[in-house]
């Protein structure tokens, strides 16, 4: 989350997200509490068992939540990347100290970077990076924008594999596969879905169990829309370049929306803009997907619980973990909710 992969673009380097296995964490314990979210210690796990070993460098942006602030000592005694960066991303506090430091720690990444390729990143180099990842964001924009007229034309799954796979592979054929698909979808035509949409919310930094959002969709419900890190969220935002790229950069990082609990953000609501997203595609409640042991989350939802009650908005939380998910649970839960919504 919010590490500006076009830097290590314009470096010449291929960004990657890195994701939790589908293993059970063995090792990984014996580093790490088993209290810690299952994106963390499936992480820890599969670097000290030699799982990550292909990778050159790994970057961390270690402000992102208590729990990540511990890798990067894990990985740096048992991992040894060639490369290894530290980002500390100021939350989104008002001030100019806050921008000057943002500034700053680009700046400091953009050097090390420099240093570890024997590349010189200029100017040029960054806007070209830039211009290639907003390509990507308005691609994927256009993508959520026929979904929400079609809701049914991809499910929920296949969307967040179309965003997943763009965090592992070249952004650059990313765009040119999306160029191939958006066409084919435009001409398809479907008839209007009278089932009940409903807006998944939340996985701040991993993308949902797939088992969860097949089975949203199994109960009879649509999802035409989403606020999820793996979906609207990765590319929210276009860098609004000017002169100065790294600036440009800073900016996107200090947008405010879509509202993120790991950003310190307190004067926008977080329900407000999930509000919108109702209105927008015309939903009829939200489904909160929360990871077990995630900090800003669970900080968060008590006053988005409240604010959704206010608001008259139908919401319930789904809470998943990396390895023992009580999926009877979830349906039993999701049948309920569906019922409440009017549907069979």
Same mark, same amino acid.
């Given at each position: ?10 470096? !010449? ?10 293993? =059970?964490?063995?090792? !990984? ?16 796990d599969?670097?000290? @068992?030699?799982?990550?070993?292909f990778?050159d ?16 000592l ?19 506090y008002?001030? #100019?100290? $806050? ?11 953009? &050097?090390?970077?420099?240093e570890?390729?024997g590349?010189?990143? $200029?100017?040029?180099m960054? &806007?070209s ?27 929920? =799954?296949?969307v ?14 990313h765009? #040119? ?11 398809m035509t479907?008839?209007?879905?009278t ?13 949902p169990p797939?088992?969860?959002? +097949? ?13 999820l890190?793996? !979906?609207? @969220?990765?590319?929210? +935002? &276009?860098?609004?370049?000017?002169d ?18 790991t950003?310190?953000?307190?004067d ?22 929360h ?6 989350? =669970? ?9 959704m009650?206010e608001?008259g ?15 009877? !649970?979830?349906? $039993?839960?999701?049948?309920s ?6 549907g069979?």
């Open positions: 989350m919010q590490v500006p992969e076009e830097i290590v673009h314009a470096a !010449g380097l291929i960004p990657v997200v890195i994701w939790r296995g589908n293993e =059970a964490v063995t090792w !990984g314990h014996s580093h790490i509490p088993p209290y810690y979210c299952g994106i963390v210690r499936s992480f820890i599969d670097a000290v @068992r030699g799982k990550l070993g990778m460098g790994m970057i961390f942006h270690v402000r992102q939540c208590l729990l990540i602030m511990d890798i990067p894990i990985i740096e005694r048992h991992v040894k990347p060639e490369y290894m960066k530290l980002l500390y991303l100021p939350p989104v008002p001030g #100019e100290a $806050t921008r000057d430091f943002l500034i700053s720690d680009l700046e400091l990444f953009k &050097k090390s970077l420099e570890y390729t590349n010189t990143i $200029t100017d040029d960054l &806007k990076s830039i211009a290639v990842y907003n390509e990507n964001r308005s691609l994927l924009e256009r993508l959520y924008e026929i979904r929400r007229k079609k809701p049914q034309i991809l499910t929920s =799954a296949e967040m594999k179309i965003v997943w796979a763009g965090m592992l592979m070249q952004k650059e054929d765009n #040119e596969l999306l160029k191939e698909l958006l066409p084919l979808m435009e001409a479907i008839e209007p879905t089932k009940i949409k409903v807006i998944p919310i939340g996985c701040l930094c991993q993308i797939f088992d969860v959002l +097949n089975m949203i969709e199994d109960l009879g419900m649509v999802i035409p829309d989403d606020d890190y793996v !979906g609207s @969220r990765y590319f929210a +935002n &276009k860098v609004n370049m000017n100065n790229p790294i600036e440009a950069l800073a900016e996107r990082h200090l947008k405010k929306t879509p509202v993120c609990p950003k310190g953000v307190w926008v609501l977080w329900a407000d803009d999930v509000e919108e997203m109702v209105k927008l595609n015309n939903a009829s409640g939200v489904i909160s997907i990871v077990k042991f995630c900090p800003p989350h =669970a900080c968060y939802y008590p006053d988005f619980k409240s604010r009650i608001k908005i139908p919401e319930i939380l789904v809470q998943v973990e990396h390895e023992m998910l009580s999926m009877e !649970g979830i349906k $039993t839960r999701l049948q909710f569906t019922e409440s919504l009017g069979e």
